[in-house]
């Protein structure tokens, strides 16, 4: 088992032991997570697609692995993962880009006060 894999089964092991200890909130939050990614309009591929771009977006190591690996078993291609990463630095940077506003007024507030 590579260290991906492991980071992954380290995962599942660990919301079983989590299980043990919290049965009903574990059940409770599969039982939704799992309505959340069923199939609907949009396709359990596509679901799993998001949610990587989020996980990527929130710096969420466990999620980038697991997402990757779900959206590969339904059946997404590498290319998909990959424009899933792009869209994703795309918007990560035009949100650090977005704020060029903040920081104009900022400059033009706090100028004076710096000799």
């Known amino acids: ?17 989590f299980q043990q200890i919290q049965p009903e909130f574990t059940r409770v939050y599969n ?16 679901k799993h697609l998001i949610a990587l771009g989020i996980s990527l977006a929130s710096q969420d190591e466990y999620c980038i692995l697991y997402h990757t690996m779900e959206a590969l078993h339904k059946g ?6 990959y424009e ?3 869209v994703t630095a795309a918007l ?3 949100s650090a880009f977005s704020q060029v506003t903040l920081v104009r007024n900022a400059l033009a507030e706090f100028k ?4």
């Open 112 to 115: 004076n006060l710096v000799q």
């Open 31 to 46: 039982d939704f997570t799992g309505v959340c990614f069923s199939d609907g309009v949009i396709k359990e591929k596509e």
């Open 84 to 86: 899933t990463l792009q």
């Open 1 to 17: 088992m590579n260290h991906y894999q492991q980071a992954v089964q380290d995962y599942k092991d660990s919301i079983g032991e």
């Open 76 to 81: 997404a291609a590498q290319q998909e993962i």
């Open 92 to 94: 990560r940077g035009g």
